[in-house]
């Protein structure tokens, strides 16, 4: 069964600095990789997704996320923080687990992004 | 448009009461989620519709029913619930299940108090 973990359930940064979220999996096939976005009392809006075509995915609002499969590793990054980007911010995967569940989202316990003027 | 519509935004129920929430889509999406989601966690999933037939339920409790009456609507009534269901209800939706590389979309949710 895949599982993903996140490194850290809050992050804190200041505006203007490298925003690093770190995501790791666990999974028996090669992964389907997602990271969402939730903004207070709203619902999730999809970031960006790894598919296999490229090991470096770009996605909305200036975020990017590098697979490294010698590290089981998706971690999502931004060169440089807005005040806007305070979230908080899950790292999901999908893929073969078996059964009727192979298309199942399987989401980390999520990181808080606080972001400092 | 990648939109995924929920009513009501709020509702508040007491254990007694009968509602309903509602969940739209019209991307063509034929794969159709119930998540609930409780604070500070992440969602956990309910039900899966593929098709408008029921693929997956979780175990979940019998007083949360779904049902897809067609491939654009979902619905989830709710029958003597208890406080601790109270929750942000989400709904999603996917081009296709079972396809794993298929990305969901997601409402808004109905922030649900239940007294």
């Known amino acids: 069964a895949q599982s993903v973990t996140q490194l850290g359930s809050h992050v804190s940064v200041s505006e203007g600095a490298l925003v690093l979220l770190r995501c790791n999996y666990s999974?028996?096939?090669?992964?389907?990789l997602f990271w969402y976005v939730q903004y207070p009392n709203q619902g999730l809006q999809l970031l960006l997704k790894y598919t296999s075509a490229a090991t470096l995915v770009k996605g909305i609002n200036g975020f990017e996320a590098e697979f490294k499969k010698s590290e089981t590793s998706f971690h999502l990054t931004k060169p440089s923080a807005h005040m806007s980007d305070a979230a908080e911010y899950f790292c999901?995967?999908?893929?073969?687990?078996?059964?009727?569940?192979?298309?199942?989202?399987?989401f980390g316990q999520g990181t808080i992004l606080t972001v400092h003027p | 448009d990648t939109e995924v519509t929920q009513t009501p935004k709020h509702l508040v129920m007491g254990m007694t009461n009968k509602k309903s929430l509602k969940c739209e889509q019209h991307m063509g999406h034929r794969a159709m989620y119930w998540y609930k989601q409780k604070a500070k966690k992440p969602p956990e999933l309910m039900f899966v519709?593929?098709?408008?037939?029921?693929?997956i339920n979780e175990s979940v409790p019998s007083r949360f029913s779904p049902e897809c009456p067609n491939s654009s609507l979902l619905n989830l009534h709710l029958h003597a619930l208890q406080p601790e269901d109270s929750a942000l209800y989400l709904c999603a939706s996917s081009q296709d299940y079972g396809f794993y590389s298929y990305e969901q979309y997601f409402g808004p949710g109905t922030r649900l108090t239940v007294t």
């Open positions: 999974s028996s096939v090669p992964p389907y």
């Open positions: 519709y593929s098709y408008e037939k029921l693929s």
């Open positions: 999901a995967v999908t893929g073969n687990a078996g059964g009727t569940s192979y298309g199942k989202l399987t």
